[in-house]
């Protein structure tokens, strides 16, 4: 039933998903034609909640079923309810951040139509989609200071040099070399693997990964 049939508004679930790639943040696409009211635009991935599961449930559901995606971190970023949002009628989108790390996102298959675009050039999205992205960068950003988020966006194991690289891609300014590792090392966030990545050119870098295996609060990168 198209929205403007309904006398009520009806739930949706929007799903920005990030990967950082070739040192830039992007997100994933999907083409949008919906005459006379959206032609030749592109919009983030999302759908209707089903009567029988919760927006959660539907994130997943949505994930797999549009992008092929499985297993994705995800968590709620928030609600978007303009009335004019959708010029279909009223519709409530419960919104969601979903990140994929590079290895993953360079080696999925992505179905027809899908594509990813760096986050700072997705042009004029349909709905209010640019505002979804925006929250989403800014959510990262925050949590990327203040919790080991970045594990979800970057391979089990990495150089220091790859982490910092995709810190600063994120946060969009330079980090002091010296004092991000001593942070991270100092306070156990990152721990040596006993392993070396040789590089094509120079010494090979020791590589590391995150302690722990969820995402955990830390206060070493806060306001730096």
Same mark, same amino acid.
């Given at each position: 039933m198209r929205p403007h049939k309904l006398r009520f508004a009806? /739930?949706?679930?929007d799903v920005a998903i990030i990967a950082v /790639? @070739?040192?830039t943040p992007h997100v994933l696409l999907t083409p949008v034609h919906l005459p006379p009211d959206i032609i030749d635009a592109y919009a983030l991935p999302g759908g /209707?909640? #089903?009567p029988d599961e919760t927006a959660e449930e539907a994130c997943v559901r949505l994930l797999s079923e549009k992008c092929g995606l499985e297993d994705c971190y995800s968590e709620q970023l928030a609600t978007f309810s303009a009335v004019d949002r @959708?010029? #279909?009628? #009223?519709?409530?989108?419960?919104a969601y951040l979903v990140l994929v790390p590079e290895p993953a996102a360079r080696g999925h298959g992505l179905p027809d139509g899908l594509s990813w675009r760096e986050a700072a050039r997705v042009g004029k999205l349909?709905? @209010?989609?640019n505002e979804i992205v925006a929250a989403a960068l800014g959510r990262l950003r925050a949590e990327l200071q203040s919790t080991t988020i970045a594990r979800q966006l970057i391979a089990p194991q990495f150089t220091l040099s790859e982490l910092q690289s995709l810190y600063e891609s994120v946060l969009g300014r330079a980090l002091d070399k010296r004092n991000f590792r001593k942070k991270l090392i100092a @306070?156990?966030?990152v721990r040596p693997t006993g392993k070396m990545?040789?590089?094509? /050119?120079g010494r090979p870098s020791e590589l590391y990964r995150f302690a722990g295996s969820k995402v955990?609060?830390?206060s070493v990168l806060s306001g730096s």
């Open positions: 009806i /739930l949706a679930v /790639l @070739d040192g /209707l909640v #089903r @959708d010029p #279909r009628g #009223r519709v409530v989108s419960v349909a709905y @209010d989609h @306070d156990g966030v990545l040789q590089a094509a /050119l955990e609060v830390i």
